[in-house]
């Protein structure tokens, strides 16, 4: 094969817990009869409160074919590309468990609020044998349960560099480094109407930020759709899948199938938008599934010019919005109807 899918898996593959019908159908032509994959997949979802493993079970359970953690991809996924903060100490927020995942990714020193919380305000920090706290790097997940409790401490630790038991600084800018999983505002579950994301998370702790001191918070680094580095590692993985293999053909096109015009969408295009010279794959195209967050009735407007005025912007404050970034290369009713036309557009028949 000389290219590779990279599946969302909300309102795609599942909603909420129950499993999408054509998902099943779907996968069955994308393994062999010794359950191989046919092609490179890659599961790339902004969910965070799981080691990858675990979600890899769910999905094998799910879909009735096996399925590695390496052929999944949580939102905190591409921080083990960055190394450089894996041996200082993290303040970690969001849920499940923390300190595993932080573990997992390489970080040797997390702490969780629970334990500042715990600790604060004397939190150690006059044990000087212990490494000192203005090397704290903060690490946001994904939503946590207690938002205030959460805001509160980062906010400390951003005002005070990593000692929260000292008086704010304001003259300490920039702070210190926050790297971000996950900026969805709101996201689908069986409820009627979309839920509290992360991204609403980060949009209190932003302006809680800038109304203390007039400042913008700022970010080392955003992850999971749509950021670049999220698509930038999607790839890398498929081409390690194909490396694996021993599959000979370069991969020319990924597929990046989705139900989210402001993530899979937006972020697909984004990523191929300016033919990063980091990228090897020629293509990126972007897949449109209807079973999820997209209504193919009210979501892209006939004219995309009044795209703007006609589409409220639900992505992060650091990315831009242009019209032409939320047009998929293709819409599809579901996820089989989506492997069924990329067969057919690679003339690749398994």
Not at 142 to 157: A, F, H, K, S
Request: aromatic content about 10%; some cysteine; charged content about 20%.
């Amino acid at each position: 094969p000389s290219f590779g899918f990279l599946f969302d898996i909300d309102g795609v593959l599942v909603r909420g817990k129950t499993p999408i019908p054509a998902a099943k159908t779907a996968f069955q032509k994308l393994v062999n009869s010794q359950g191989q994959f046919l092609v490179p997949v890659v599961f790339v979802t902004n969910a965070g409160n799981c080691l990858p493993q675990k979600k890899a079970d769910q999905l094998s359970h799910l879909l009735g074919v096996p399925i590695s953690q390496d052929q999944v991809m949580m939102s905190h996924s591409p921080l083990r590309m960055l190394k450089r903060y894996h041996e200082k100490c993290v303040l970690v927020s969001g849920q499940g468990p923390l300190l595993d995942i932080a573990q997992d990714l390489g970080f040797c020193q997390p702490i969780t609020i629970e334990t500042l919380r715990e600790k604060h305000p004397l939190l150690d920090v006059v044990d000087h044998d212990r490494r000192p706290y203005d090397l704290v790097t903060v690490v946001l997940f994904g939503e946590p349960v207690r938002w205030e409790t959460n805001l509160q401490l980062i906010i400390d630790v951003l005002l005070t560099s990593g000692y929260p038991g000292n008086p704010y600084q304001h003259e300490n800018y920039p702070h210190i480094p926050v790297l971000a999983c996950n900026m969805d505002l709101m996201w689908v579950t069986e409820a009627q109407s979309p839920r509290f994301g992360h991204g609403t998370f980060m949009v209190c702790l932003e302006n809680i930020y800038k109304k203390i001191t007039g400042k913008d918070l700022k970010y080392e680094a955003l992850m999971g759709k749509p950021s670049k580095l999220t698509y930038q590692y999607a790839e890398y993985l498929i081409r390690a899948q194909a490396a694996e293999r021993q599959w000979k053909q370069p991969i020319q096109t990924l597929y990046a199938v989705g139900d989210n015009l402001m993530t899979d969408v937006y972020g697909a295009n984004l990523y191929w938008e300016n033919e990063l010279a980091s990228a090897a794959a020629a293509h990126c195209k972007s897949v449109l599934v209807c079973t999820g967050v997209y209504n193919p009735h009210t979501e892209v407007p006939s004219d995309t010019r009044e795209s703007v005025t006609q589409t409220v912007f639900h992505g992060h404050r650091d990315f831009r919005f242009d019209p032409g970034l939320v047009e998929p290369d293709h819409i599809v009713p579901d996820v089989n109807a989506a492997v069924d036309l990329v067969f057919q557009l690679e003339n690749f028949a398994p």
